[in-house]
Each structure stands twice: as C-alpha cells, then as structure tokens.
C-alpha cells in the first residue's frame, strides 16, 4: 500500500458458537459472499464448550460490518457476535 492510499479499516468479529464440523464454515461464509478481504481467522475450543473464533477483516465500512454481524448472528450454530474496529484504537463498531 502506497502513502497515497487511504488507510483500511479492519475490523474484528469476536465469534462463539456450537462446536461442529461446519461450524467455521457456516460463519465464514457470510463474510465470502460479502467479498471482504480475510487479514486473519482462528479458532479456539472454549473451556466451557464450543468454540471461539476470531475473523479479522479489512474494508468493511461501519454499515456492511453491522450487516454481516446481523447476518452471523442469526445462524443457528451462533451463540454471540462483537465486533472492534482495530484502526481507531480498538473501538467498537
């Protein structure tokens, strides 16, 4: 990216949810039908069961990031959804 270039903003969906062999995909698919550009994605087993799984993505304006928040967290296998914004000191969107 050169100076020239308007800065990004990545964001980042804090995801739990249902332990299950498709549940990483259900809750990405969202995101790849919305085009966004993945930065980061990882997975947890949560201590008191399910999963916690992080999705850092870039580009997406405050609309299209409260969007697919929506859109994630009215999957089934979806128990809660945060969203931060990283470029403006962590704040949330």
């Given at each position: 990216m050169s100076d020239a270039?308007?800065?990004?903003?990545?964001?980042?969906?804090l995801v739990t949810a249902a332990d299950?062999?498709?549940t990483l995909l259900r809750v990405l698919n969202p995101f790849v039908v919305a085009g966004?550009?993945?930065?980061?994605?990882?997975l947890e087993r949560a201590p008191r069961g399910g999963v916690?799984?992080?999705?850092?993505?870039?580009?997406?304006?405050?609309?299209?990031?409260?969007?697919?928040r929506e859109r994630i967290a009215g999957l089934v296998c979806v128990r809660s959804v945060g969203?931060?914004?990283l470029n403006a000191g962590r704040q949330a969107a």
């Open positions: 270039d308007p800065v990004r903003p990545r964001r980042t969906f299950a062999p498709d966004a550009a993945f930065a980061a994605v990882s916690e799984i992080r999705i850092e993505v870039e580009g997406l304006d405050a609309d299209r990031a409260a969007s697919l969203v931060l914004q």
